[in-house]
């Protein structure tokens, strides 16, 4: 009986040390080192806690106040919403049960979007915080002296070159036939050849602070998603490599400072954000935690 009992107990030390090494286990984050890792014991450090692990954000209320508030008071359950039937106010915390709806592996994780969550989208919407002469956009031309695009303008087609380029130019010029186009199109390109990307995106409608610190879109920033300048609501992503070209047309909030290991590991399945699936990471809650 005894040489039975020690058979067993031994059977289940293998499978257990088995177990260790072929099923993965979420990621592990610890608030002490994210709190050292910290650049300022003054900014907020959030704690994001999904079911492949924890993320600890550090948001950087110096350089995006505005926003930083309103993804606080998003997250903390701070902001009115009403029900659509009844017309009861209610004040729920916005992010906990949503997924991160879209990621594009080696790029960038996101959630937070108005169309996955039953809330719907907040009535609230916060202007840009971005300082673009500290990112050095107004430095970068948007044309070489050999005629070639800045690669930071993400332009590799001619559908692209006429949505992000030529169409804002043209209506910066209030050109509105092909005819006045063809008549002014030296005009056009002596434009071009002198913008800076600052000037681009001036067209385009973003509008940047001078009296703000901006940090460029890197690995492990977060930064707000948006449909266009001045449009930031609570749909965010997670930078998992660096992601240049998106620098001066998303404000940055934040920046992870423990737990990238977790952000790594769900950029790890691509989402796609038309096709929603059960492989989606989700958020149990994201609150602040000092």
Not at 62 to 81: M, S, Y
């Amino acid at each position: 009986m005894m040489i039975e009992q020690h058979r067993i107990m031994k059977f289940f030390k293998y499978l257990f040390l088995l177990s260790c090494i072929v099923i993965p286990l979420p990621a592990l984050s610890d608030i002490d080192s994210a709190r050292l890792a910290m650049e300022s014991d003054s900014n907020p450090l959030i704690l994001l806690s999904t079911s492949l692990g924890d993320i600890y954000i550090e948001l950087l209320s110096d350089e995006a106040p505005n926003n930083v508030e309103n993804f606080l008071a998003l997250a903390h359950g701070e902001v009115e919403f009403t029900e659509k039937n009844s017309g009861n106010t209610f004040y729920p915390r916005y992010f906990d049960g949503m997924q991160f709806h879209k990621v594009v592996p080696s790029m960038f994780i996101q959630t937070g979007s108005p169309h996955y969550n039953p809330l719907g989208i907040p009535r609230t919407i916060i202007d840009d915080e971005i300082n673009a002469d500290f990112l050095g956009l107004d430095e970068q031309l948007v044309m070489n002296d050999f005629g070639e695009l800045n690669p930071l303008l993400n332009i590799h087609d001619k559908r692209s070159f006429q949505q992000e380029l030529l169409n804002p130019v043209l209506n910066h010029l209030e050109i509105n036939s092909e005819s006045e186009l063809r008549d002014r199109q030296y005009e056009i390109y002596e434009l071009i050849a002198k913008l800076t990307l600052k000037e681009v995106y001036e067209i385009r409608g973003f509008k940047y602070a001078s009296d703000l610190t901006t940090r460029a879109i890197t690995r492990s920033i977060v930064a707000l998603a948006n449909s266009g300048p001045n449009s930031n609501g609570p749909e965010f992503f997670i930078a998992t490599s660096d992601l240049p070209w998106l620098n001066g047309k998303h404000t940055v909030i934040g920046k992870v400072v423990e737990g990238m290991d977790t952000a790594d590991a769900i950029g790890n399945i691509e989402i796609d954000p038309l096709d929603p699936s059960r492989f989606a990471t989700l958020i149990y809650s994201l609150r602040s935690v000092n």
